[in-house]
């Protein structure tokens, strides 16, 4: 059985696992192994996959299955936490979706919110909250405006976090440091990691992130 992780756990080093894909397009399922196996090995703290980097959305329905269970059973013996990103824009999928991981046995979630067609700030939270409330284990909610143009104020972080304890936040906005202490203002015992690969980690560790 997993080990059962706490939102306060997820801290540290947790690397977006990059997507190795043959000459013809098809993943590389070999080389995805290899690259799993060597992370552990690098002492980080756990792994994400269907990360950007990942390049999720070059990925069939079949491949990302596939993936997903080889990826929690390469990591189900190892001190790493397995996170795996919920990517979809249809509210009702990215349940289903949420709940398929948490029955693999990932560790933890991590949730991209929508930003086909421009919903509102309500809309996006309303999605957020939904796939909170579909799973137990902790969600790590990722804010990449520049990524997706979409702005989530730091109170609404806030507002989620009080309503449900196993949300984490993962902040990718550039540079982060300001939103971060605003949303600890708000909810002092917020969990908040930083994205952008690791740019702004030392600063983001000064102000109260954990990773």
């Known amino acids: 059985m997993n080990k059962v992780y706490l939102p306060e756990e997820l801290a540290g080093v ?8 043959t000459v013809d397009g098809h993943v590389d399922l070999v080389s995805f192994t290899n690259m799993i196996n060597h992370l552990v090995n690098t ?14 959305y070059k990925l069939t329905e079949k491949e990302k299955e596939q993936l997903a269970s080889l990826f929690v059973q ?8 397995s996170c ?6 249809a509210t009702e999928v990215a349940i289903e979706r949420a709940k398929f991981y948490q029955q693999l046995g990932s560790n933890c979630l991590m949730l991209l919110p929508p ?18 409330d579909a799973v137990t284990i902790p969600v790590l ?15 609404a972080m806030a507002e989620i976090s009080c309503r449900y304890p196993h949300a984490v ?13 605003e949303l600890l203002r708000y909810k002092p015992d917020s969990v908040i990691l930083n ?17």
């Open 169 to 181: 936040f993962k902040i990718e906005c550039n540079p982060p440091v300001e939103y971060c202490r």
């Open 43 to 56: 002492g980080c703290n756990g792994i994400t996959l269907f990360g950007i980097a990942s390049e999720f």
């Open 115 to 132: 930003f086909f067609l421009k919903p509102t700030t309500e809309q996006i939270v309303h999605h957020i909250c939904a796939v909170l």
């Open 195 to 211: 994205g952008y690969a690791g740019l702004y980690m030392m600063d983001m560790l000064d102000v109260g992130g954990k990773g």
């Open 84 to 89: 795996i990103s919920v990517t979809d824009h």
């Open 74 to 81: 390469l990591l189900a013996n190892s001190p790493v936490y």
């Open 141 to 155: 909610v990722q804010y990449a405006p520049g990524e997706t143009g979409l702005d989530i104020p730091p109170q």
């Open 14 to 21: 947790n690397p977006i696992a990059a997507m190795p894909f």
